[in-house]
């Protein structure tokens, strides 16, 4: 079975500053997906980046960026010079490459201190 | 339209009345899948639909959820009998779902079912 740890509940940083949210996932497979997603106050979940397995260079989205250690199993998120807009609950998932269902995380709660 | 749309938004009913909360996925998109979020918890998988195939049911917690996609389109989510444990935020998504497209694996979310049960 597949598990996804997000062990930080809660996160805070300061307008402009970089922040990284940590994420590991347990998996017995060597093709499959990674995504961080982000869930404002609204509940609609919103795709912030997504990583192949199989490619060793890390994903990056504007300020998002990841730092993905296959041998480690670990997924971090790094958002550089945070904004208000990204207070929010932020999900980390894994999906066999079969595509039959996402496995989150417990996610983390990031505030954005003005 | 241009997302995924579920309704109701909320949705209050009394334990052991029947529910059906729908889901409207993007056009096109072949995948479709029914989460459940509860207060302060990660999202659990309930079901996946893919194409003509047999859907996962595998997250089904019991015997009182079903689901159907009809047309390979509209989804509805049906919970009988509910109880106060069903209350919690029912999330629909949909994806191209093509692996090896460029976007295989981009799930796009509605913005949820939040059903209490009283």
């Known amino acids: 079975a597949q598990t996804v740890t997000q062990s930080q509940p809660e996160m805070s940083v300061q307008e402009a500053e970089t922040v990284t949210l940590s994420c590991t996932y347990d998996?017995?497979?060597?093709?499959?997906?990674l995504f961080w997603y982000k869930q404002p106050p609204s509940r609609q979940m919103i795709l912030v980046i997504r990583?192949?397995?199989?490619?060793?260079q890390n994903a990056t989205e504007n300020r998002f960026s990841v730092n993905f250690q296959k041998a480690a199993k670990s997924f971090s998120l790094k958002i550089s010079d945070s904004q208000l807009g990204d207070t929010a609950m932020y999900f980390c998932?894994?999906?066999?490459?079969?595509?039959?269902?996402?496995?989150f995380g417990t996610g983390t709660s990031l505030t954005v201190i003005p | 339209g241009a997302g995924v749309s579920q309704s109701p938004s909320n949705k209050v009913t009394e334990k052991g009345k029947d529910v059906e909360l729908r889901c409207d996925p993007i056009?096109?998109?072949?995948?479709l899948y029914w989460y459940r979020q509860s207060l302060g918890q990660g999202l659990e998988f309930l079901i996946y639909?893919?194409?003509?195939?047999?859907?996962?049911k595998s997250g089904l917690p019991s015997d009182r959820f079903s689901a159907e996609r009809t047309g390979g389109s509209v989804s509805t989510l049906t919970i009988q009998r509910t109880q106060q444990e069903d209350s919690a935020v029912y999330l629909c998504?949909?994806?191209?779902?093509?692996?090896?497209?460029?976007?295989?694996?981009?799930?796009?979310f509605g913005q949820g079912t939040r059903l209490t049960v009283v």
């Open positions: 998932a894994f999906m066999r490459n079969t595509g039959n269902q996402f496995y």
């Open positions: 990583q192949e397995a199989y490619k060793q």
């Open positions: 998996t017995s497979e060597n093709n499959y997906y």
């Open positions: 998504a949909s994806s191209l779902g093509g692996e090896g497209d460029r976007t295989y694996g981009e799930a796009f």
């Open positions: 639909f893919q194409g003509n195939s047999a859907p996962d």
């Open positions: 056009s096109g998109h072949t995948a």
